[in-house]
């Protein structure tokens, strides 16, 4: 159990347009889920924190026009990447915490975003 | 501030053991996580100690003393496939979770 889905595992845009991220809860109701991004050889960054049917809470530093987040349901949480850069080029991962359980996130594989 | 430190690097020998360090400061303890990562994947759960001790999970054990602020991962009988990142991360008092830079462990035949 516990299985978080992410789409699409790679993605290959060009400079100044948008790309969307969807993760997904398989088999159970995530009331929280986070979005975190990786650079290469770094450890992960937590760029938001989202609840069902809320506004996210973005980290400092994190561009909330840039990175919009939308939660719509407890089951998929979405990451759209605005007028996207070079320099937003990296890997994304998003995992997910049930309403139940305080303390475990389920991860997702990740999305290898790659700006040309 | 919130902080946790981990070696960056560790390079040890198949069939050996390794233990990998982690100190913590942070702004309320409600328990330390140990994640294994491999290049170009997701991290996947390893252990979780909240109380102060040793769990003990197959060849992995993790260690935690609350007071010194100080975990260890323990990896028995490495195999070549325990080669990955191996990150410790701390949940503060708001549930969130603070996490290390990340232990790269190379393991040579």
């Known amino acids: 159990g516990a299985v978080v889905s992410q789409h699409p595992s790679w993605v290959i845009c060009k400079s100044g347009t948008s790309v969307k991220i969807e993760c997904r809860s398989l088999?159970?109701?995530?009331?929280?889920m986070f979005w975190y991004r990786q650079f290469p050889k770094q450890s992960l960054m937590l760029m938001a924190t989202s609840n069902e049917g809320s506004k996210a809470t973005y980290e400092q530093g994190v561009e909330k026009d840039k990175f919009l987040i939308n939660h719509a349901s407890l089951t998929l949480s979405t990451l759209t990447v605005t007028s996207a850069h070079p320099e937003d080029s990296s890997f994304y991962i998003c995992?997910?915490?049930?309403?139940?359980?305080?303390?475990?996130?389920?991860f997702g594989p990740g999305t290898r975003l790659t700006v040309t | 501030g919130q902080n946790i430190d981990q070696p960056t690097e560790m390079t040890a020998t198949e069939g050996a053991i390794v233990q990998i360090n982690c100190t913590y400061q942070?702004?309320?303890?409600?328990?330390l996580f140990w994640y294994q990562q491999h290049a170009g994947e997701a991290p996947t759960f390893l252990s979780y100690n909240v109380l102060d001790g040793l769990e003990e999970k197959g060849r992995f054990s993790s260690f935690l003393s609350r007071s010194k602020g100080y975990s260890y991962l323990l990896l028995k009988e490495l195999q070549m496939k325990d080669s990955a990142s191996y990150l410790c991360a701390v949940m503060d008092s708001n549930y969130q979770l603070i996490w290390g830079a990340g232990t790269k462990l190379i393991i040579k035949p």
């Open positions: 942070t702004s309320g303890f409600n328990g």
């Open positions: 088999d159970f109701q995530a009331t929280t």
């Open positions: 995992s997910a915490r049930d309403g139940g359980d305080h303390y475990e996130q389920y």
